[in-house]
């Protein structure tokens, strides 16, 4: 596995809460967290990318199972459904698609319910937002992905809750807000204030801060008072 996968800086998938208000995004949180979840599963995904096997697996194990949710061919185009469906869902399968990265798991993060995933490299995405993915996720073996139903099924109440609560202490820093008010000033800015994009830029400001600091004596030729500082930074981005 690719671990270095999702080490750069990034920015989560647009969510259904982009655009909201703080106050709106506050409110559909608290809500999915105590919502009802008649769903053991919801799969929303197609057979393609670099798990296409196991995606085939676990769609045609939906279709026969009354406690999986999906919605189907219309999964793509209507977004009121999925999030729907991962709203009522206590887990939500994430199999890779054509990278480690799916906007799935930022949906079923925002949703409240608790994203399943099948590799290491898709516990490095997003680090800067999420933290510890293994707080707020569950990772399947290879030796389990056949009996993924059966392992989800049996998985302790209380896992299930400290997750969910996890889940919930994190989720407001994946969306990008509409912002009513002047920002405040970044000293003023409280963390749990912080949206996506508040949280990415801090971030990349703090990259750039590292590469100033690690700077090579000199100049840039041709370039009088310039430091080599700023060819080291586009090298490590580029």
Same mark, same amino acid.
């Given at each position: 596995?690719? /671990?270095?996968?999702? !080490?750069? %800086?990034?920015i989560p998938?647009?969510?259904?809460?982009?655009? *909201?208000?703080?106050?709106?995004? =506050?409110?559909? /949180?608290?809500?999915?967290?105590?919502?009802?979840?008649?769903?053991?599963?919801?799969?929303?995904f197609?057979?393609?990318?670099?798990?296409?096997?196991?995606r085939?697996?676990?769609?045609?194990?939906?279709?026969?199972?009354?406690?999986c949710?999906?919605?189907?061919?219309?999964?793509?185009?209507?977004?009121?459904c999925?999030?729907?469906?991962?709203?009522r869902?206590?887990?939500?399968?994430?199999?890779?698609?054509?990278?480690?990265?799916?906007?799935?798991? %930022?949906?079923?993060?925002?949703?409240?319910? %608790?994203?399943?995933?099948?590799?290491?490299?898709?516990?490095?995405?997003? @680090?800067?937002?999420?933290?510890?993915? =293994?707080?707020?996720?569950?990772?399947?073996?290879?030796?389990?992905?056949?009996s993924? *139903? !059966?392992v989800? @099924?049996a998985?302790?109440?209380e896992?299930? @809750?400290? /997750?969910?609560?996890?889940?919930?202490?994190i989720?407001?820093?994946l969306?990008?807000?509409?912002q009513?008010?002047?920002? /405040?000033?970044?000293?003023?800015?409280?963390?749990?204030?912080?949206?996506? *994009?508040d949280?990415?830029?801090?971030?990349?400001?703090?990259?750039?801060? =590292? !590469?100033?600091?690690?700077?090579?004596?000199?100049?840039?030729?041709?370039?009088?008072?310039?430091?080599?500082?700023?060819?080291?930074?586009?090298?490590?981005?580029?």
């Amino acid at each position: 596995e690719d /671990l270095q996968y999702g !080490a750069a %800086i990034s920015i989560p998938y647009p969510t259904a809460l982009s655009g *909201f208000t703080p106050p709106e995004a =506050r409110a559909f /949180l608290s809500a999915v967290y105590t919502a009802k979840r008649d769903k053991l599963v919801a799969a929303q995904f197609g057979p393609h990318g670099q798990s296409v096997g196991l995606r085939q697996d676990l769609l045609a194990e939906c279709e026969e199972d009354p406690e999986c949710t999906s919605c189907g061919a219309l999964m793509s185009r209507d977004a009121g459904c999925y999030v729907q469906q991962y709203t009522r869902s206590t887990f939500c399968l994430n199999p890779m698609g054509d990278t480690p990265s799916r906007k799935g798991m %930022i949906d079923a993060l925002v949703a409240g319910c %608790i994203p399943v995933l099948y590799s290491e490299s898709q516990l490095v995405v997003w @680090r800067q937002h999420i933290g510890d993915c =293994r707080k707020v996720a569950v990772v399947l073996p290879r030796g389990q992905w056949n009996s993924t *139903f !059966a392992v989800l @099924r049996a998985f302790p109440e209380e896992k299930i @809750r400290a /997750l969910q609560s996890n889940i919930h202490a994190i989720n407001y820093r994946l969306s990008v807000y509409q912002q009513q008010q002047p920002q /405040l000033q970044a000293h003023e800015e409280q963390d749990q204030d912080k949206d996506a *994009f508040d949280i990415s830029i801090a971030n990349l400001w703090a990259e750039v801060r =590292r !590469a100033e600091s690690e700077c090579v004596g000199g100049t840039i030729p041709g370039e009088a008072g310039n430091t080599a500082c700023l060819p080291v930074i586009h090298r490590m981005y580029k």
